[in-house]
């Protein structure tokens, strides 16, 4: 089992930055890949960023130049350095953990995070 934390969500004004974190713990050897995605109100979860064991990293177009994914392999803790924020990026972020980018990109990870709310006010 892997238990995934997250923190550092809460309540900022547009144009403003929060960083998350997303620490990881348990049997952790096969958390190669990272991700984050977020669910808004009345909304579908959906897919924001990745990261794998070697750093290499994918977004959301609509996250793309605001948003920075990275990892700490040794804290076994993943980041998202988000800036420029803007009330649409609302909602409660999850990060998960699987063994391919596939199963994150089809939001089919090994394991959740029970989520952090991110609310931007215009």
């Known amino acids: 089992q892997v238990q995934l934390v997250e923190s550092g969500g809460g309540l900022v004004q547009a144009g403003d930055s929060l960083r998350l974190s997303c620490a990881a713990s348990?049997?952790?050897?096969?958390?190669?890949?990272r991700g984050w995605f977020r669910q808004a109100p009345g909304k579908e979860r959906e897919f924001v960023a990745y990261?794998?064991?070697?750093?290499?990293?994918d977004y959301t177009d609509s996250v793309k130049g605001r948003f920075t994914i990275s990892r700490d392999n040794a804290k076994n803790t993943v980041y998202l350095q988000m800036n420029s924020l803007k009330p649409e990026d609302t909602g409660v972020y999850y990060c998960?953990?699987?063994?391919?980018?596939?199963?994150?990109?089809?939001?089919?990870?090994?394991?959740w995070g029970q989520g952090t709310q991110v609310t931007v006010s215009s």
């Open positions: 990261i794998n064991w070697s750093g290499d990293t």
């Open positions: 348990g049997r952790t050897a096969g958390t190669y890949v």
């Open positions: 998960a953990t699987g063994t391919t980018a596939g199963a994150i990109l089809t939001a089919s990870p090994n394991y």
